[in-house]
């Protein structure tokens, strides 16, 4: 009696003995090696390529021989000399075990493939799609023994896939039978599953094998922008990434404006929404003409954002948002399809899947920075701070996770300054001010050069200089601290009080002059007193909401920051010190994230289990309401100082001392910190 | 030790012993008594009463003493006095056991209730809505512990009435948070389940108790009409019926030209859909106006029909019905949301159930007869023929069901007949013509006299004779041959071959003057031998289908007949077998079911229990295709002639005596059998 070969594949490092003859395909499917297939062993989708190793293998026991596999087969030579076939591989269907052997599937062949993601630190996000292509072969219709085409489809696949049972969406019903008829009865449907143990759900179906891929959006909803990924549900690819600005602006600038737009405007918030959806049907019809696809092929969708925002791209009136008790009108995550939000620009089959929101002020958005960033997994005990209109704060490690929303105003992001604008050419983003002679340098997006440096001036001349950003309002601010320009009350000196001439008189109080370009018909870019206290009240509010998280883990200090959001990448550290957005810790332990929202987004468009991971986490996670808090009221006046009235900054003092200089002359300032503040 | 009182509920039998105090409905609940509620015990819905029975029962080994239940309380008072409760009744959830006691529960009481059918056959229908009201008193949000409120909702379900999982319907969602506050956190919702087994949806909640009950319209969407009855998913009681004609006629009268429309026109499909769509929204504002309810109450709607209009309703191209093999896009049960089905007078969240089709040519409609009508459970052989422009024809008993679909034509509809119009006042519906005078009297609707009764032409002078509907043409043409006016190839005699000048030259063929009301302005009211023809195909396309069912059962006579169709119940059984529509039987072997396919909407829109009886029932039919049937244009040959060319009708001639008259001169008729027939 003989023995049957002996097949290892690596790298799971499955094994088991089949008879000769055994399609490599077939082995591993029993063995539940995961090796990709759509076609289903037909050696047309090419999805099951393998890499035999041959040679000695000491550490799996075997030796393989040159014909441990069979030869080439005719598939293989067909679609070798029509697609090419990379040296070493074969198909998985094609080839058959014959002697021993070891067999490699290489990432691409895996359904549940890693994919590296692009953010500063690179880790990587495991495939684990919920839609996924099946192709099958279904029977003609038979006039003696009636049944529907999809009777027959649901058939094909639980004979041909091992799937019981499916439900379909009605929408691709009505297409179905052109379709089968086009493809000879030859098809690929797309199966989606809400769940890994859910009955699968026929969301889209093409004649013959369809190559062309399936996609899916990835979609950061916030109160001023729109971004979006657009990627490969199959490869986990990102094919373009596109962003639009939030039409609701127009409703309102902050979170609070909105929700009161609605509450003041009879049909205000089904106003909103529609401008949202409009949106979010252009920015898909732009994504996907970049990424030269069809938005047919976009069968999901999923999105990330905060309540306000999530309620209005739901059709939910947002005004229980408005005032306590701030009920959501629901926490968990939603699950529906593109036709019943009214998106259509993609098919109205997409499904779309909102992530859960952690409370009515920590939303969807908190939760998929949680997803990206994992505070949970931390050994270290972790601040994690998305920058944006409102801020969303995760202070945590494996013992626990604490969460809030505080509301900073668009100032981060250049809006309500006076010479503020958004992120774009022309804007300044970095600003140096000498400590000496006071006088500035700075950097404007679309040149790499200083302004003191050799060809500036010319490079810049198309674009002109045209206002400054939120990275550069920053800075500007730290910098005039730095200086010995401002005071830690945040007042500006005057000329007489700081010797440069750039600190001019604005009415009662003082600005810093840090470029005029009246003489060439621009404007005039000012660092005003109204600026310093808008930065002010942005930097307070985040600052207590750290602290309120820290009182409530009990702790003092943290051991690192991670500054999110598409613009913690452009804040320097120091910086951002200087002026006591964060809390005081190694300037070497602050790191970026990059769009820590966007990226748990991508996360979650991949993989059912990471969807499933944080409908867990958001239960586990301690919420803390800044908005009825009333030590939230007492940091964010202690905060107002810069960096800190009170709370030392040791690791700050190591990098940088700050000038100690006071330029209240009893006639301004210092109301900042008790102005009424306004939600956004 | 004392032993606990025995509580004995009826017509159940259940019995059980509880502790002194438990409420009558905890009793029930805990051993699986059918007993309804809505508030879940609160004492406000009143649906849970029931009647106890004092005495001695022999029969269950108990004596009831008159206190066995507690005394009235004041919930019970003050329900009594609102709303008055019946004699002997009392409220189950507040009335506790003392002592052994005999409950009935009365049938309003039951959820799984017995409702009798207005059908012919007084048969009953079991209640196992899909869509239920449940009360619940939802917590109020917490700021410190943060849920949305649709997750307290889920909450308050799975405490007080022990559902473990919900699902939402999104649409629900969004209305959600003013009904919560609107009821101060007491709301009722209405859970669907398309299975016992299945996760409940929310499909709809209001403030507080919601007592103004819930809807389902059950609709026979027919090629010319479609019929709905708005049915209480509570009692099951009919509301309101009403019905429309198919604006498809425009595009089609039949269902062949229907088809035909959609080939030839780009779009025409859609067209077709569309209309359907806007005159079941019509039909659904016009029933609820006339029932007096609120259309956003209607939360169920199921449908049957023949599979063109079944594909036309899902916006189904139905080419592929059109030529062999006849392919359905799908036979099963199709379950969807009124949204998904582009009916706007329903919510968007009512669930639609369309019956299983059974073949191509065999649809939801001939489903739905065999759900009213039971063919496989009937001890004899019963033939079952629904008749409308297409004849849904079921043969079977235990043994076995056939079934096919026959393409009669609308003749029997008064459509295609010289004179014919639609049943309404003013049409013919019956005639007799005298066999030795050749004179003919007749009834209109409208009026219950004979024409040749007093008072019948002043009873008449509002609507005037206006034409001859479908059970006026027929009898007409039996009429016509029973007095050897007609002879058995369907040849009108001429005025000198039958001695009457009634029988008037009309071009190269003669007709039969029934009424001239030219004098008054009316119409000639005639039968013409173009309407002889058009009957002819039609009742030779009936007896042909019933004969191939009887030759693949192998018999060559059926024990009875049930004439369906709303139609049906204006044939008299003698007029139908004279004509040879059906085959020869007692004449008190034949009955008429009514409107079958509507009954068979209506149960299975009272019963889940129905819905999958008729799912699996529909794979144990055999279909037999007419249209590619050699026999079928044998049988529909020698069905030509009135009652038959050659199968005898003894049963028949028992009852009457036909003339043996021929009127073929060799100048004329004879043709029909052999004209190209369209199917519809």
Redesign the interface.
């Given at each position: 009696m003989t023995t049957d070969p002996l097949v290892i594949f690596t790298p799971s490092g499955k094994r088991g003995r089949f008879p000769v003859g055994t399609p490599v395909l077939t082995a591993a499917r029993q063995l539940g090696v995961d090796l990709d297939s759509v076609c289903g062993g037909r050696g047309i989708c090419s999805k099951c390529q393998i890499t035999p190793a041959y040679g000695d293998f000491p550490k799996h026991g075997v030796q393989v021989a040159e014909d441990a596999l069979s030869g080439w087969n005719a598939v293989e030579e067909r679609y070798d000399s029509k697609r090419g076939l990379k040296t070493g591989r074969r198909l998985g269907c094609q080839a058959t075990v014959q002697r021993d052997v070891v067999i490699d599937v290489p990432p691409e062949s895996q359904v549940h493939r890693q994919v590296v993601r692009k953010a500063a630190a690179a880790r990587t996000l495991q495939m684990d799609p919920a839609t996924r292509l099946y192709y099958v072969e279904v029977d003609?219709?038979?006039?003696?023994e009636?049944?529907?085409?999809?009777?027959r489809v649901a058939r094909a696949l639980r004979a041909q896939w091992g799937i019981e049972e499916i439900s379909?969406e009605?929408?691709t019903?009505?297409g179905?039978?052109?379709i089968l008829r086009k493809g000879d009865w030859r098809i690929t449907v797309a199966l989606h599953k809400s769940d890994n143990s859910a009955i699968p759900r026929l969301v889209a179906a093409w004649p013959g094998l369809h190559e062309a891929g399936i996609y899916g959006l990835a979609i950061d909803l916030g109160s001023t922008t729109i971004a979006a990924h657009l990627t490969d549900l199959d490869t986990g690819a990102v094919m373009a990434s596109s962003g639009i600005m939030n039409p609701q602006i127009r409703f309102g600038e902050d979170l609070m404006s909105r929700v009161s737009y609605a509450m003041m405007n009879p049909g205000g918030a089904t106003e909103m929404t529609r401008a949202v959806r409009e949106a979010l049907d252009t920015l898909t019809i732009e994504i996907a003409a970049e990424a030269g696809i069809d938005a047919g092929l976009i069968l999901e969708t999923v999105f990330v954002c905060n309540p306000v925002m999530h309620h209005l791209l739901?059709?939910?009136?947002p005004?229980?948002l408005g005032q306590?008790?701030?009920?959501?009108?629901?926490?968990?995550a939603?699950t529906?399809s593109a036709?019943?939000?009214g998106l259509t620009a993609l098919p109205g089959a997409a499904q779309i899947y909102v992530l859960p929101?952690?409370?009515?002020h920590?939303g969807a958005d908190a939760a998929a920075v949680a997803l990206s960033e994992q505070p949970g997994k931390s050994e270290d005990l972790v601040l994690v701070v998305d920058v944006g209109t409102n801020a969303e704060i995760l202070l945590g490690d494996t013992t626990r996770v604490l969460a809030c929303s505080s509301p900073t105003g668009p100032a981060f992001e250049g809006a309500q300054i006076s010479s503020g604008q958004r992120a774009a050419p022309g804007a300044i983003e970095a600003i140096r001010i000498d400590p000496v002679t006071k006088e500035p340098r700075f950097r404007v997006i679309g040149c790499d050069l200083w302004s003191d440096q050799d060809g500036f001036w010319q490079e810049v001349a198309q674009t002109g200089i045209t206002g400054i950003c939120g990275s550069g309002i920053i800075e500007a601010v730290a910098e005039l601290r730095i200086a010995g320009l401002m005071d830690p009350s945040g007042l500006i000196g005057s000329a007489a009080q700081t010797g440069t001439d750039r600190c001019e008189a604005d009415g009662r109080t003082h600005a810093y002059l840090i470029h005029d370009g009246s003489a060439e018909g621009g404007p005039r870019i000012t660092v005003t007193q109204g600026d310093i206290r808008a930065i002010q009240l942005a930097k307070s509010a985040l600052y207590a909401g750290a602290r309120l998280l820290m009182d409530e883990r009990g702790v003092d200090r943290v051991d690192r920051v991670v500054l999110a959001g598409a613009f913690g990448a452009h804040i320097s550290a120091l910086h951002a010190m200087v002026l006591g957005m964060i809390p005081d810790v190694a300037l070497d332990k602050v790191s970026s994230a990059g769009n820590a929202a966007g990226t748990g987004a991508r996360i979650a468009l991949c993989s059912l289990a990471a969807r499933r991971e944080i409908e867990r986490m958001v239960h586990r996670i301690t919420?803390v309401?800044t908005a009825?808090e009333p030590r939230f009221q007492e940091h964010f006046v202690a905060a107002n100082a810069i960096p800190h009235a009170t709370d030392p900054f040791p690791e700050l003092a190591s990098q940088v001392s700050l000038p100690v200089v006071s330029f209240n002359t009893g006639s301004g300032g210092g109301e900042g910190g008790r102005r009424r503040r306004r939600r956004g």
């Open positions: 003609q219709p038979d006039m003696h009636p049944t529907g085409d999809l009777e379909t009605f929408s019903l009505a179905l039978q052109p739901l059709g939910i009136d005004v229980e306590a008790p701030f009920a959501l009108a629901t926490s968990d939603v529906l036709r019943e939000l929101c952690i409370a009515g920590v919420k309401e009825i």
